[in-house]
């Protein structure tokens, strides 16, 4: 409907429907924009999907983009690798700038696209509530948060949170992160290389020192669905518990987002010998040393980008934030086992709400799965008693999932400096 309105979105486009609302970290976005939404109070169950509003897909070679006026992993986009009618469609969400040889050049604004995206989408809606009909989901909330529109739909007894994202799509890889195909990776053998670079895209967020009316960040969103399916399931629980544990503790001021931890889980794999990420009773030692990397990061400001290396997702950070988050994260890190139930009685809360709700007769629903797969909704205690016992055994000391580099020919976890 969106796509009748002024026929901007491509007429046959192809959209990418994430598990996992933006705030759980399924794409690299700031998050300071974004209204704070509760799962039980506000919603249910929550998805991100990515939305194609320019689609670049006829090319085999690598994609350069124009980097020139942009940090690591961002770019501006000028409409002249399109044709006349994709700039006369989309001239109005585009900045202009005029050269000395007086030719005009269009770049495509994710600030003016993400406003032509909400309000498109809200005469959309109107017109959808305007003419009621069956089995058509009832609309909640729309709201923008910055180059994202959230919306909850009401759909029969559930609360569905979508955060819509306008987005460029391409086919292909792009330049900047050809030297990331050279390197050996976890996921080697197990999907093929077409697979995992069959497209990327830009979406509406700008670097820290960036002009947000003209830059666009890289997202690897779609290559990591498919490395997802390569990661085991116990370290995929420690991801969920860590990711549940810090979510709220480093919210502010912001610093650490869910894609963080994300990309150090992404770069384990890489580092682990593969028979022990398979370890099916290891995800006590994975969650320990995903809060070692995770502070290891932090102290020393540098988290690169999985994708892009040279691209330090975390330089912009200064010492006081870095300080006051190293200090909550120890403070974690003493006693993981109690932060992890504190984690899991909020979560069992909002579901207690969310059936209370229920029967009430408000239109909410049961308890619904986590994104990134996984269910930590319903968790019993084994994983926190798992820990207690780790940090009881070796008090005072540094459990991590980093290798010995001295020796990878077998798997270790690290207690201070020894390796076992």
């Known amino acids: 409907?969106?796509?009748?309105?002024?026929?901007?979105?491509?007429?046959?486009?192809?959209?990418?429907?994430?598990?996992?609302?933006?705030?759980?970290?399924?794409?690299?976005l700031d998050l300071d924009e974004l209204n704070v939404y509760a799962r039980g109070t506000d919603y249910d169950m929550d998805f991100t999907l990515l939305v194609?509003?320019?689609k670049l897909h006829d090319r085999n070679q690598p994609v350069t983009l124009d980097m020139r006026h942009s940090a690591l992993c961002h770019?501006?986009?000028?409409l002249r690798l399109f044709d006349e009618g994709t700039i006369s469609k989309w001239k109005d969400c585009c900045t202009i700038?005029?050269?000395?040889?007086?030719?005009?050049?269009?770049?495509?604004?994710p600030t003016k696209v993400a406003d032509w995206f909400y309000d498109s989408i809200s005469i959309v809606l109107s017109e959808i509530q305007k003419k009621p009909q069956r089995g058509m989901p009832k609309v909640e909330k729309v709201e923008k948060n910055g180059t994202i529109i959230s919306?909850?739909?009401?759909?029969?007894?559930?609360?569905?949170?979508?955060?819509?994202?306008?987005?460029?799509?391409?086919?292909?890889?792009?330049?900047?992160?050809?030297?990331?195909l050279m390197e050996n990776h976890f996921w080697d053998g197990k999907i093929t290389e077409e697979e995992v670079i069959s497209g990327f895209y830009l979406v509406p967020a700008c670097s820290y020192k960036g002009k947000k009316d003209n830059e666009w960040r890289l997202s690897f969103a779609r290559s990591e669905v498919q490395l997802k399916k390569c990661i085991s399931s116990s370290l995929m629980q420690a991801y969920q518990a860590c990711k549940a544990i810090i979510i709220k503790l480093l919210s502010r001021p912001k610093a650490i987002s869910p894609y963080h931890l994300r990309s150090m889980m992404l770069w384990a794999c890489d580092r682990l010998p593969a028979n022990y990420l398979a370890q099916e009773d290891y995800a006590a030692h994975f969650l320990l040393g995903l809060i070692d990397d995770l502070q290891h990061c932090l102290v020393n400001k540098m988290c690169p980008n999985y994708f892009i290396p040279q691209c330090n997702m975390l330089e912009h950070l200064s010492e006081e934030t870095v300080m006051l988050h190293a200090r909550?994260?120890?403070?974690?890190?003493?006693?993981?086992?109690e932060h992890l139930r504190t984690a899991i009685e909020h979560v069992k809360a909002a579901n207690r709400l969310t059936l209370e709700l229920q029967r009430r007769g408000s239109t909410t629903t049961i308890p619904s799965p986590q994104s990134d797969g996984g269910d930590p909704n319903q968790p019993d205690d084994r994983l926190a008693k798992k820990l207690q016992q780790l940090v009881t055994e070796n008090p005072g000391?540094?459990?991590?999932?980093?290798?010995?580099?001295?020796?990878?020919?077998?798997?270790?976890?690290?207690i201070d400096d020894k390796f076992f």
Not at 10 to 28: I, K, Q, T
Not at 404 to 412: A, F, M, W
């Open 75 to 78: 770019s501006w986009l000028s």
């Open 52 to 54: 194609p509003a320019l």
């Open 397 to 414: 000391k540094s459990i991590s999932v980093f290798i010995n580099p001295d020796d990878v020919t077998r798997p270790h976890f690290r």
């Open 328 to 337: 909550k994260l120890s403070s974690v890190r003493s006693d993981p086992a």
């Open 151 to 180: 919306i909850i739909l009401g759909v029969g007894s559930s609360r569905m949170l979508y955060d819509i994202v306008p987005v460029v799509s391409f086919k292909g890889w792009p330049a900047v992160a050809q030297s990331w």
């Open 1 to 28: 409907m969106v796509q009748k309105l002024d026929q901007k979105l491509p007429v046959a486009n192809e959209y990418l429907l994430l598990s996992g609302g933006v705030r759980e970290g399924v794409v690299d």
């Open 97 to 109: 700038v005029d050269h000395i040889n007086g030719a005009t050049n269009y770049f495509f604004s």
